[in-house]
């Protein structure tokens, strides 16, 4: 990663972590609402997400919103 690229990558989160919880919640959920609008969204299988972390935004209120047919996964780390 080129010092550029790693000093915006710090920069960004540092912005992401200074929004108040109320817009960082908002953004959640205008995007679990974006997510589940999608004309391709399945009844039934999988789909992949992550667990947000150091100002990530949340997926928390999509996961509670899929449909019960739907199976939540998340990646699963080795050696961190």
């Given amino acids: 990663m080129t010092l550029d690229r790693a000093h ?8 992401r972590r200074a ?4 817009q960082r919640i ?13 004309a391709f969204v399945p009844d039934t ?13 949340a997926l928390h209120s999509w996961q ?3 449909p019960r047919g739907l199976v939540y996964c998340l990646p699963v780390l080795h050696g961190r």
């Fill in 8 to 15: 915006l990558r710090k920069e960004l989160r540092a912005r």
């Fill in 19 to 22: 929004l108040p919880a109320s």
């Fill in 26 to 38: 908002a953004a959640a959920d205008a995007l679990a609402a974006r997510l589940l609008s999608l």
């Fill in 45 to 57: 299988g999988y789909v992949a997400g992550y667990w947000a972390m150091d100002g990530e935004i």
């Fill in 64 to 66: 509670l919103r899929l």
